[in-house]
């Protein structure tokens, strides 16, 4: 199984990101999706996640209204739009991948049993 994160990059602040995430191995459509981050220092946050291409993404409230997550099952691939970057968000971004997560009402609260490597952004003020 892999979970290929890219799109990071150097940014200045108020710039938009599209991070993407292709996975491999795995029945793509039978797992859900998650976004996760980890700023230096930091503990590593949950942004977003979604259970099926039928569902609608989930947010964390810090980043609701300018992070918005898709998925594309016919590509295997989840992505990430961040608009409006702030300084604060300059972490490496991390996608994840469980089967158990799309059996619950919520994908929130799972251990992701796959990640990505991550990609880093980093946004200049």
């Known amino acids: 199984v892999q979970l290929q994160a890219s799109g990071g990059g150097l940014v200045q602040a108020g710039g938009s990101l599209r991070l993407s995430c292709v996975a491999s191995?795995?029945?793509?459509?039978?797992?859900?999706i998650a976004w996760y981050r980890q700023a230096p220092g930091k503990r590593r946050e949950a942004l977003s996640c979604?259970?099926?291409?039928?569902?609608?993404?989930a947010y964390a409230d810090s980043v609701k209204g300018r992070f918005t997550m898709s998925r594309d099952d016919t590509k295997n691939t989840a992505h990430l739009q961040i608009n409006s970057l702030k300084p604060e968000d300059t972490a490496v971004y991390y996608c994840?991948?469980?089967?158990?997560?799309?059996?619950?009402?919520?994908?929130?609260?799972?251990?992701?049993?796959?990640w990505g490597q991550g990609t880093e952004v980093t946004v200049s003020s």
């Open positions: 994840a991948a469980d089967r158990w997560a799309t059996y619950g009402s919520s994908c929130w609260g799972y251990e992701y049993t796959y």
């Open positions: 191995g795995i029945t793509f459509d039978s797992y859900a």
């Open positions: 979604i259970r099926s291409s039928a569902d609608s993404p």
